[in-house]
C-alpha cells in the first residue's frame, strides 16, 4: 500500500492532482516496528513512515488509511488530518500528531511527551494517553545530525541518567543518505551506541522478522523500565529524496542498481515465500490489485473539494475551546505595594495552587527562584517535578513544553533571556504554534512562555541580555505576545495568559522587560511609585485590552513596556510646559485592536508612538500604519523607534534605544514648539543625559 501511493503520487503530481511526493518507498519495514506497539502509543513520525501509519490503522477499527492519504496528497479539505493544508503523516484516532518536514524540529517533544508520561503518573492519573504508553519518535540519519535532534537525545538521556521516568523509543531511520550527502558508515552506531542514559538496539529494516525482534524488544525496555531505547534502522532510499529530485545526479548506475536490489518488497517477497505463506503467483496478484485498488481511490480523491478561501485556510490557526480546570482561590492576597517580580511571584504561586495540572519549567528557576528571583520558593511548595530546573537548552525546553501540551498539561517555560529564544525559535514558529493549523484543530500544545527581555538594565548591559528584537515572535500566525509595564498589569497578562492556554489552547508569550522587574521608583529614588498592590487572582487583562494615563488631548503616545515607564518620565516636563497628553498602554504586541487603539488617541491632535524596539519589523510599524487606514492624517503620527543595532555593552547600552529625554523632544517637535521657545535653551543643550532612538513620520 505504502508503495503503490508512492508510486501514484507521482503519477497525480504530474496531473497537477498532487503536490508534495516525498515519499516512503525503502522505509517500509517501519511497519514492523509499528506492529509492535500498542496504537494508543503516541507516534511523532519521520515523513517517510507512511507504512507505519497504514499498520497501525489496522489495529483500530473503521480506519480508512488509503482514503485518508490520497486525500492530503491532493490537499483536499476532506483530508482528516489538515483538512487539506499539507501532506503530513497523522491521525487523531491513531494518536499519531502530524509532522511537518522541519528537520528534527518533533525530536524535542517527543521528549516532552515521553516526560510527561511519568509526570502524569506522580500527579495522579490523567493526560491524553494511558499511564503505561511509550512515545516513538522516528527521523531520518541525515536529521540524527542536527543539533535539533542532538539536543532532544542529550535531554532524554539526562533525565534517564538521574532517574527520571522517560519512556521513549527514537528510531533512527538510516537510509545511508541525506538528499545527496552520505551518512558514514557507522556513524550513526558510533555515536549511539555508548550513549549515556539509552539503549541502544538495531536491526535490518530490510527484514520485517529482524525489524520486529528488535521493535519487541525496544517497546519491552521502554514500556517496563520506562527508559529510553535507541533503535537503528538500517534501511534504503528509493526513487529520490523528494518530488523531482533526480538521483542520476549525484549516484553512481552501480549505486542505483544496488540499491534497488535492496528494495524491502523484493526482501519481505522472499520471506513470505520462504515460509511459505504466499507463492510467486499470488504476491504478484497482490502487487496489481493494490496497485489498481490505490489507483481507483485517487480517482475517487481527487474530486473532493479543496480549500479555496482564506477564511477557511485560517480556520484551524486559533484552536478550539475546551473547559476551564482551575480550583476556587480561598487564600489571602498581599496587597502591600510591589514591584513586577514579586507581584509576579504572588501570582505564579496562585496559579499552580489553583491549576494542578500547570508545570512550570526553565533554566535555574527552581533552587535558585530563577535569575532575577521571579520564581522563588515555587520549588519548595510544589515539588520538583512541577517547578522542574533544566538543562541549559532552549530547544529542549521549549520542546518539553509542546510534549506536555500534547499530554493534557499547561507548562509554563522560562526563556533567561530574549536573546536565548532565537537558536530555539523553529520549536514555537516550526512546531507551537502550526500543530493546530495542521491539525484542522484536533490536537493543540497550550502553553504560556516567559521570556526576560528588552533593554535599559541598571549596571548590565550587552547584546546577549539586553535584546529588543520580537518580530520573529509578531510574525508567527496564532502566537500571542503581551508584554507589561507595570506590576499590576503583570499580574492581569499572567493571569490571562494561563486562562488562554488552560481554556482556549492558545500559545502564549509573556514579554516581561527586566528592568522593571525590581524597579520601585518613578520619578526620583525612594518615591516607590512604580510599585503597585496585588490586584488578586480574578484580575485578567483581556488580549487588545488597552491602559491609559491621562487625558490630555494635545498629544497621545502610544506605547508599552519600559516605554510606558520613560514616557510616564517624560510627562512631568511635558505638562509643566503646558502640553496636555494621554499615555496608551498596547498591553498586547500580537492581535491588536486597532479600532480600540483608533478611539483612544482620535481626538488629539497629534499622536507619538515610543518604541523600545528596532526600527525595522516593529509594532510602531504597525500602528501607525492601522491609524493611517482609519483616516488619521499622516502628520499627526510620529514615531520614535530604537535604532537597527545590537545593544552593546557598559555606558553606552541605553545609546541606541528611546529616552525620556528623546521623548520629550519629540513630543514638542510634534506639537510644534521648540525647545528654544519653552526654555530658552538651543536643542542641542537641553538635556545632559542620554537622548537616544531614531524617528521618522
Same mark, same amino acid.
Given at each position: ?10 503519477r ?21 516496528i509499528a ?13 517517510r ?11 483500530v ?38 509532522q ?10 517527543a ?5 510527561g ?29 542536527h ?5 532532544a ?12 521516568p522517560?519512556?521513549? $523509543? ?14 558514514p558508515d557507522?556513524?550513526?552506531?558510533a ?11 538495531s ?15 525496544a ?13 537503528h534502522?538500517?534501511? $534504503?532510499?528509493?526513487f ?6 533526480a ?15 535492496r528494495?524491502?518488497?523484493?526482501v ?11 507463492d510467486?503467483r499470488q504476491?504478484g ?29 485560517m ?19 498581599d ?19 489553583r ?18 528571583g521571579v520564581?522563588q ?6 515539588g ?13 525546553i521549549?520542546?518539553?513544553g509542546?510534549?506536555?501540551?500534547h ?18 525559535? @523553529? ?7 502550526t ?45 500571542l505576545?503581551?508584554?507589561p ?22 500559545? $502564549?508569550v ?20 512604580w ?15 488597552l ?5 490630555g ?22 505638562e ?21 487603539v483608533?478611539r ?6 497629534q ?5 523600545e ?20 492624517e ?9 535604532? @537597527?543595532?545590537?545593544?552593546?555593552l557598559?555606558r553606552?547600552a ?20 521648540s ?6 535653551v ?16
Open positions: 500500500m505504502s508503495r503503490h501511493l508512492d508510486l501514484h503520487a507521482r497525480l503530481q504530474a496531473r497537477g492532482e498532487a503536490f508534495y511526493t516525498i515519499g516512503s518507498a525503502g522505509h517500509e519495514g517501519n511497519a514492523a506492529r509492535a506497539f500498542r496504537p494508543t502509543d503516541p507516534a511523532f513520525l519521520h515523513y513512515d507512511a507504512a507505519f501509519l497504514i499498520q497501525r490503522s489496522r489495529q477499527p473503521g480506519q480508512t488509511p488509503l482514503w485518508d492519504l490520497l486525500l492530503s496528497f491532493a490537499a483536499s479539505a476532506d483530508d482528516p488530518i489538515s483538512g487539506g493544508r499539507h501532506k503530513v503523516l497523522g491521525s487523531k484516532a491513531l494518536h499519531i500528531p502530524p511537518t518536514s522541519t528537520i528534527a524540529s518533533h525530536l524535542p517533544k521528549m516532552g511527551a515521553a516526560y508520561l511519568g509526570l502524569w503518573r506522580r500527579l495522579g492519573g490523567g493526560g491524553e494517553w494511558p499511564a503505561d504508553s511509550v512515545a516513538i519518535c522516528s527521523f531520518g540519519d541525515a536529521s540524527f545530525n543539533s535539533t535532534a542532538q539536543g537525545l542529550n535531554a532524554a538521556g539526562w533525565a534517564a541518567y538521574q532517574g527520571s522517560m519512556p521513549l $523509543v527514537m528510531v533512527c531511520e538510516d537510509n545511508g543518505i541525506g538528499i545527496s550527502t552520505l551518512t557507522g556513524w550513526i552506531e555515536s549511539m551506541r555508548a550513549r549515556p542514559g539509552f539503549h541502544y538496539l536491526c535490518d529494516g530490510l527484514d520485517l522478522l529482524d525489524t520486529w525482534r528488535a521493535a519487541r524488544e517497546e519491552r525496555i521502554a514500556r517496563s523500565r520506562k527508559q529510553p531505547v535507541f533503535l534502522m538500517r534501511c $534504503v532510499r528509493l529520490g529524496h523528494a518530488g523531482s529530485d538521483q542520476q545526479a549525484y549516484m553512481t548506475p552501480q549505486r542505483i542498481k544496488a540499491d534497488e536490489a528494495d524491502p518488497l523484493l519481505s517477497a522472499g520471506l513470505l515465500q520462504r515460509h511459505g505463506v504466499l510467486k504476491i496478484e497482490l502487487y496489481r490489485a493494490v496497485g489498481e485498488r490505490v489507483a481507483r481511490v485517487a480517482e475517487e480523491a481527487i474530486l473532493r473539494p479543496r480549500l479555496e478561501t482564506a477564511a477557511q485556510v480556520a484551524s490557526i486559533v484552536p478550539p475551546l475546551r473547559p476551564g480546570r482551575q480550583r476556587l482561590w480561598e487564600g489571602d492576597v496587597t502591600s505595594p510591589g514591584p513586577m517580580a514579586k507581584l509576579l511571584n504572588q501570582s505564579l504561586h496562585r496559579l499552580m495552587s491549576h494542578p495540572h500547570l508545570v512550570m519549567a526553565g533554566e535555574d528557576i527552581g533552587r535558585k527562584g530563577g535569575v532575577y520564581t520558593k515555587l520549588q519548595a511548595q510544589f520538583p517535578h512541577r517547578v522542574i530546573d533544566t538543562l541549559l537548552d532552549e530547544q529542549s521549549l520542546g518539553l509542546i510534549g506536555l501540551g499530554n493534557g498539561l499547561v507548562p509554563i517555560l522560562e526563556i533567561q533571556f530574549l536573546a536565548y529564544l532565537h537558536n530555539a525559535e @523553529d520549536q514555537l514558529r516550526g512546531e507551537a504554534a500543530l493546530s493549523f495542521f491539525s484542522n484543530g484536533q490536537y493543540t500544545n497550550p502553553m504560556v512562555v516567559r521570556i526576560a527581555g528588552l533593554g535599559y538594565q541598571k549596571g548590565f548591559g550587552g547584546h546577549f541580555h539586553n535584546d529588543n528584537a520580537i518580530a520573529v515572535l509578531r510574525d508567527i500566525p496564532g502566537l505576545v503581551a508584554c509595564s507595570n506590576a499590576a498589569d503583570a499580574v492581569g497578562l499572567m493571569q490571562e495568559a494561563v486562562r488562554l492556554a488552560d481554556e482556549e489552547q492558545r500559545v $502564549v509573556m514579554l516581561e522587560p527586566i528592568a522593571l522587574y525590581h524597579n520601585r521608583d518613578l520619578h526620583e529614588e525612594g518615591d516607590q511609585k510599585c503597585f498592590a496585588d490586584p488578586g487572582p480574578e484580575h485578567r487583562l483581556g488580549v487588545g485590552e491602559g491609559a494615563w491621562g487625558e488631548r494635545d498629544l497621545a503616545i502610544l506605547t508599552y513596556g519600559n516605554g510606558v515607564y520613560l514616557s510616564r518620565h517624560a510627562a512631568v516636563r511635558l509643566a510646559e503646558g502640553i496636555a497628553l494621554r499615555i496608551i498602554d498596547l498591553r498586547w504586541l500580537t492581535a491588536i485592536d486597532h479600532d480600540a483608533h483612544h488617541v482620535a481626538e488629539c491632535e499622536v507619538l508612538v515610543v518604541d524596539c528596532r526600527r525595522s519589523g516593529s509594532v510602531s510599524e504597525e500602528l501607525i500604519t492601522g491609524l493611517v487606514e482609519r483616516g488619521m499622516s502628520h499627526c503620527l510620529h514615531r520614535l523607534t530604537a535604532e @537597527d543595532s545590537f545593544i552593546p557598559g553606552a541605553t545609546v541606541t534605544l528611546p529616552s525620556a529625554d528623546a521623548i520629550v523632544e519629540r513630543a514638542r517637535r510634534a506639537v510644534g514648539r525647545v528654544s521657545a519653552v526654555s530658552g538651543p536643542a542641542a543643550a537641553s538635556s545632559g543625559k542620554v537622548s537616544a532612538g531614531s524617528d521618522s513620520e
